[in-house]
């Protein structure tokens, strides 16, 4: 079974700062990790690799210091990794990234299953999973909590939902995201650590893709970010007491008062 594991490195804190001028991420001076998400996503791939054979791919799109995040999948259990990575990417949006990372894949040695996390810890809009899927033509399940049984040609999974779960059964391949109720990812081993220094990671350029370059980077993202800044924090609420009938009395007062 090909397995591919997509993951994202991202600055490894909730205070993320944004640059008013360039509306861009403050990246300089932030410790960057794998997104947590894509940590389980890693586990399950590996743990798939276990149940049924095959081989796990870690793919990540991201500037040069993302080998980092290659050679920590590859301690953790990926047997290789893939970083594309070139300045014709930069300002990609979601959709231009999940094109870039489907052209990535349509390169590699085929697929059955794509992983990836439910969502990025800085981006945070869940898209690029469902995106990969969209650009290869393949189904996707997204928040899945347990892949329950898989074989060269389906899988049955339960994806998370707000209600329980739903129980879905897929042709492969498919693309699954997944949530962190899923596993418990491992800590590398020794000999991952030992394979993870000398390994070597396959490096693809906008050239090595068969991808229209209008489609790539800031061309090729349809989406701009107009503004982005940090949302001024709450002031302190106001405490009503009395009995159920005056608070409610009151605060329908100050919501009148609020909306006229
Ligand atoms: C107009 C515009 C311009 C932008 N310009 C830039 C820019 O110049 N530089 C910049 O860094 N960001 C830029 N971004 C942000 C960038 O588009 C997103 O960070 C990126 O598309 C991923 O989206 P996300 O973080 O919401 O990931 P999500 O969709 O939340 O991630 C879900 C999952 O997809 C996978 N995934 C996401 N991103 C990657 C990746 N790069 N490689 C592999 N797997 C991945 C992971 O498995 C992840 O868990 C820009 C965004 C917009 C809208």
């Given at each position: 079974m090909n397995i591919i594991v997509c993951i994202k490195q991202v600055p490894n804190t909730t205070d993320v700062r944004i640059d008013p001028a360039t509306n861009t991420l403050i990246r300089d001076g932030v410790e960057s990790v794998i997104n947590p998400f894509d940590a389980y996503a890693i586990e399950e791939a590996v743990r798939i690799k276990e149940r049924c054979g095959g081989k796990v791919t870690a793919l990540t799109m991201g500037p040069l210091q993302a080998e980092t995040a290659l050679k920590e999948a590859i301690s953790l259990g990926c047997d290789d990794a893939v970083l594309v990575s070139d300045r014709r990417f930069a300002g990609s949006d979601t959709w231009a990234t999940s094109y870039t990372l489907a052209a990535a894949i349509r390169k590699l040695e085929g697929f059955d299953v794509i992983l990836c996390g439910k969502q990025a810890s800085d981006g945070d809009t869940a898209q690029v999973g469902p995106g990969i899927s969209a650009h290869l033509d393949i189904p996707q399940v997204t928040?899945?909590?347990?892949?329950?049984e898989i074989n060269e040609k389906t899988a049955k999974v339960e994806r998370m939902t707000e209600e329980g779960y739903d129980v879905v059964e897929t042709p492969l391949p498919c693309l699954f995201t997944v949530v962190k109720e899923i596993n418990t990812p491992r800590m590398p081993s020794m000999k991952g650590l030992m394979r993870a220094k000398a390994a070597k990671i396959t490096k693809l350029t906008a050239a090595d893709l068969d991808a229209d370059p209008a489609a790539l980077g800031l061309d090729g993202?349809?989406?701009?970010?107009?503004k982005i800044f940090t949302p001024e924090p709450r002031k302190g609420g106001e405490m009503i007491s009395g009995s159920a009938s005056d608070v409610a009395k009151e605060l329908a007062e100050l919501l009148k008062a609020e909306v006229i």
């Open positions: 928040y899945v909590k347990k892949i329950s993202s349809p989406t701009r970010v107009v």
